[in-house]
């Protein structure tokens, strides 16, 4: 009976652990807390610099700065950029989020794709571009966020949330950026 109780505690435990305000994978944030993610404003201690987009999909200490969130939970398998139908309802819920958004025509979101670090660096770079693509086409496709809004970027095995060679489905991702305020 204690084992049991143990288990569940360390499972719900587990379950609610977050990394640095981002929702942990297989646990799809509300679009109500996407948009409360990215509506956060810059650390106070920080100016927003304007820089152009290729400074800033460069630089990783000002793309830190930014109001962000991780999407772990939309399944992309192993060595692939599809997103199935039945993840539609997830990338719904980032749609829902990102049209709140709508009200200037200044508004910029980056998508970073991200894989795990199985496979060459080269081919992991082209996945993550891959998924960041198919996020967007998705969000414009099947929701009509307006494709102006979006940025794609891939990072590849850069910036993995879990250090491991072994395949590691954390590590494929995707995350959302508010650029709006630091692009020129």
């Known amino acids: 009976m204690t084992n049991s109780i143990s288990t569940r505690i360390g499972i719900a435990v587990l379950a609610s652990l977050t ?21 956060r404003p810059a650390p106070a201690n920080s100016a927003a610099p304007r820089v152009g987009l290729n400074e800033l999909k460069r630089n990783r200490k000002l793309r830190r700065q930014l109001p962000s969130i991780n999407i772990q939970s939309i399944n992309f398998e192993f060595g692939s950029a599809r997103i199935a139908r039945a993840e539609r309802w ?56 307006p494709s102006r809004m979006l940025i794609t970027v891939g990072y590849g095995e850069e910036l993995l949330l879990v250090p491991t060679q072994a395949p590691e489905w954390r590590n494929r991702r995707v995350t959302l950026r508010r650029a709006t305020q630091y692009l020129r």
Not at 27 to 37: C, E, F, N, W
Not at 93 to 105: Q, S, T, V
């Open 90 to 145: 997830k990338v719904q819920n980032i749609a829902d989020a990102l049209l709140r958004f709508r009200r200037g025509p200044r508004e910029r979101f980056l998508i970073e794709g991200h894989t795990d670090a199985v496979g060459s660096f080269q081919s992991n770079q082209a996945l993550s571009e891959q998924r960041a693509g198919s996020l967007k086409r998705a969000l414009v496709s099947w929701f009509g966020v």
């Open 19 to 39: 990394y640095a305000g981002t929702v942990q994978a297989q646990q799809t944030p509300s679009a109500q807390r996407i948009y409360k993610q990215l509506s």
